[in-house]
């Protein structure tokens, strides 16, 4: 049986407070993480990228 893999799109905006939750939640189910951040003006763009998320 073929690997299926699993790659997940979050767009956010200012969710400084949740995405660390929600990308901890992923990765042990999401092969790949893609980011499409709508210019949030907190940290939300660098906590994805410490996660391992693509932005």
Do not use: K, W
């Not at 299926?4 to 200012?14: A, D, E, K, R």
């Not at 901890?24 to 391992?52: M, P």
């Amino acid at each position: 049986m073929p690997t299926v893999l699993l790659s997940v799109v979050i767009i956010t905006f200012n969710e400084e407070a949740n995405i660390a939750r929600c990308l901890t939640a992923l990765g042990d189910v999401a092969d790949e993480v893609l980011v499409v951040d709508s210019f949030s003006t907190d940290g939300t763009v660098e906590i994805c990228r410490q996660h391992g998320a693509r932005v």
